[in-house]
């Protein structure tokens, strides 16, 4: 069953503009991840936060993570139309060894 | 350095046959799982191993095969294809068999229709 949840499920903006993404999850997680995927080609993992991180930092992308309210987020600044692809969250559960659970995903659109 | 190569790209199948898709690796991982992507459903996991000779089932094993003889290689079998298998089925792999400590690296996936 899926354990994270994106919101909202699509996202339209304009180049330049920031994007922020949503996911919640349900139970108790070891760590976080996002993976994003472009049209026809797999998943590609763009960064990871441990449960006990609050927040991680890598070029444009910008992640939280609040274990009280078993949420994160994910912050591109500055997008550009190559962002255009769809987003995932993924958690690895504490009593779930070696399966990472993902979300439905968020797809985002960048207007030129 | 290939990475995690999955063949076929496409292929399609009547409801019935059996057919294996293919996946390998060139990194060494010890940790290899499939899952399938459909629409809406984000993507499900089929079946993992944590190293070779060792594997176990994920969230939607039903109707799937698998086996790890290799490090490198993680085949996927369909046994009777059955039109509900009709998916983008996806390979993974990561170095360490916590994922924790490792980001999971995909395949470019299989597109699959049972007819």
């Known amino acids: 069953s899926q354990q994270g949840e994106e919101d909202p499920q699509a996202l339209s903006i304009q180049e330049g503009e920031n994007a922020t993404m949503n996911c919640s999850y349900k139970?108790?997680?070891?760590?976080l991840q996002w993976y994003r995927q472009n049209s026809g080609r797999g998943l590609v993992h763009l960064i990871l936060i441990r449960s006990n991180e609050r927040e991680k930092h890598s070029g444009r992308l910008r992640v939280t993570l609040d274990t009280s309210k078993k949420s994160s987020s994910l912050l591109i600044t500055a997008s550009r139309a190559a962002d255009t692809a769809s987003y995932f969250c993924a958690t690895d559960d504490t009593g779930a060894n070696s399966k990472l659970t993902f979300g439905k995903g968020i797809t985002l659109s960048v207007r030129p | 350095n290939a990475g995690v190569t999955q063949t076929p790209k496409f292929q399609v199948l009547k409801t019935g046959q059996s057919m294996t898709l293919q996946c390998a690796q060139d990194m060494n991982h010890e940790y290899m799982s499939w899952y399938r992507q459909d629409p809406g459903m984000g993507l499900r996991l089929i079946h993992y191993s944590v190293g070779a000779g060792i594997t176990d089932q994920g969230e939607v094993p039903n109707g799937y095969n698998v086996s790890r003889s290799t490090t490198e290689d993680f085949p996927l079998r369909l046994l009777s294809a059955a039109p509900s298998q009709t998916s983008v089925y996806f390979c993974?792999?990561?170095?360490?068999?916590?994922?924790?400590?490792?980001?999971?690296?995909f395949g470019n996936g299989t597109r699959l229709t049972v007819t």
């Open positions: 139970t108790s997680i070891n760590n």
């Open positions: 993974a792999s990561s170095y360490s068999p916590w994922s924790y400590n490792s980001p999971l690296h």
